[in-house]
Structures are given as C-alpha cells and as structure tokens.
C-alpha cells in the first residue's frame, strides 16, 4: 500500500510543483510591475507642474496616468 502511494505521489509531483513555480512566477511578474508603477510615479511626482502640463497631465493626473500606462501592457 505505501508503495503504491509513494507511486501516486511521485507522478503527481511534477504537476504540483510546476503549477506552484507557475503562481511564483505570476507573482513575482507582479512584484516587478508594481515597483515599475512605483518608479514612474515617483518621476511623474518630482516634474514641476509646467512639465507635467507640457505632457499634458495635472498634478491629481498622475496616478491615473500611471496606471493607464500598465494597463496597455
């Protein structure tokens, strides 16, 4: 009976842990999207008003501008 058990687990191994690494892989993808938004709204945010209106945005705007620029990727 363990034997046959141990087989059971052993094929199903491959599967769990390839669906596991799968989840980290999304999550970390997400991590590293999040720090890029981070990173664009901390440029967006030191630009003076006269630059931000030169690209079209208002102060308010930027987090919006920020995540509509993820949203197309």
């Known amino acids: 009976m363990t034997s046959l058990a141990l087989s059971s687990l052993l094929q199903t191994s ?3 842990f ?5 989840h980290c892989s999304v999550f970390l ?3 590293e999207e999040a720090r890029a938004m981070a990173l664009r ?3 967006l945010s030191q630009l ?3 630059e931000l209106a030169a690209r079209g945005l208002e102060r308010p705007d ?9 949203g197309r990727s």
């Open 29 to 31: 993808a997400g991590i």
């Open 41 to 43: 709204y901390d440029a």
């Open 18 to 22: 390839g669906r596991f690494f799968e």
């Open 48 to 50: 003076s008003d006269s």
């Open 14 to 16: 491959p599967r769990l």
């Open 62 to 70: 930027i987090p919006r501008a920020v995540l509509a620029n993820f």
